[in-house]
């Protein structure tokens, strides 16, 4: 039988049309984004972005053990965008990281916050008496003379740190909201900001972002960096959950023998409690004595400990 040009021609479209529906080209699909849960001291990370070493980020092997270090894609970003440019500029630089969340987020160790995907711990850039980086396993408190406590060798490097805080308030994508930080450190950067000229609108966004938490000891040793709620995470809050002052209970006269005295954050258990509440139980009388812990966006409540 003989067939037309065109009907021939339409047979092969067919044909081919109907080999590319059957083996369609590989294409991956994109990866599911970061769901930040709840506050960022009540919460939980999904889809968590791992931080993961590259020539211009390492992991402190300090804070390295339980794998604390996912994060939303949006947090893990920010910083890999901030460590690129501060190497960009000073070729050996290196971002040493410490804690983020766990992978599914949750309450950590020694942390108040990072349970949502939206906290990190970044050591400061180290550099030795003439100068020279310095790349050291964990953190450094330092003075307010750019001195570390405990070795005087060890210094602040102002051109580094100035330009990790820089990089992570310009950048339009990383929607940082706060950089956690001693003052004596914040006046000392924003004075460095000053000194080398840095663009006023850059100066007072960095002034802006970093502030000494409330409730906790000087965060001398580390900037914590708190991103906003990524915007497909509607079950998000942005800020800590607030803890509100329990209802004054009469005091029950004293237990034959009460407990030793200590102070407790009573943890999280969704039914029993809704918000975390410090309670100190005194030993002598027995009365319980609520001490709500006042926490608003410029009243971090993060733990003494990075
Ligand atoms: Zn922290």
Redesign the pocket.
């Known amino acids: 039988m003989r067939r037309s040009l065109g009907s021939t021609i339409l047979a092969c479209a067919i044909a081919l049309a109907t080999v590319a529906g059957a083996a369609p080209s590989p294409k991956r699909a994109p990866p599911p984004p970061s769901k930040s849960v709840g506050a960022p001291n009540k919460g939980h990370l999904e889809n968590g972005v791992r931080v993961e070493p590259t020539p211009y980020l390492r992991i402190l092997g300090a804070y390295a053990a339980g794998d604390v270090r996912y994060g939303t894609r949006e947090l893990v970003d920010a910083i890999d965008r901030a460590a690129r440019e501060v190497h960009r500029r000073f070729p050996e630089a290196q971002l040493g990281v410490g804690?983020l969340s766990k992978k599914g987020g949750g309450n950590i160790e020694r942390?108040h916050?990072?349970e949502s995907g939206r906290?990190a711990?970044l050591g400061f850039y180290l550099v030795d008496a003439l100068g020279r980086p310095l790349l050291r396993d964990s953190f450094h408190s330092i003075r307010e003379n750019g001195i570390a406590t405990s070795d005087p060798s060890v210094r602040f490097d102002d051109g580094r740190n100035w330009a990790l805080v820089a990089a992570l308030a310009s950048d339009p994508h990383a929607h940082v909201t706060h950089i956690?930080v001693a003052t004596h450190l914040r006046t000392r950067l924003l004075a460095y900001g000053a000194k080398i000229g840095a663009a006023p609108a850059v100066r007072q966004r960095v002034a802006d972002l970093l502030m000494q938490p409330k409730h906790a000891l000087p965060h001398d040793d580390?900037f914590?960096v708190r991103v906003a709620c990524p915007a497909n995470s509607a079950e998000c809050v942005e800020f800590p959950v607030v803890a509100q002052p329990k209802k004054a209970k009469q005091a029950k006269p004293p237990k034959a023998h009460a407990e030793p005295e200590r102070a407790e954050v009573a943890k999280a258990s969704p039914k029993a409690q809704p918000s975390p509440h410090k309670i100190t139980r005194a030993r002598s009388t027995g009365k319980v004595k609520p001490e709500p812990i006042a926490v608003t966006p410029t009243q971090e409540d993060?733990a003494p400990y990075?």
Do not use: E, R
Request: hydrophobic share 10%; charged share 25%.
């Open positions: 804690q942390h916050s990072h906290d711990d956690f580390h914590h993060d990075p």
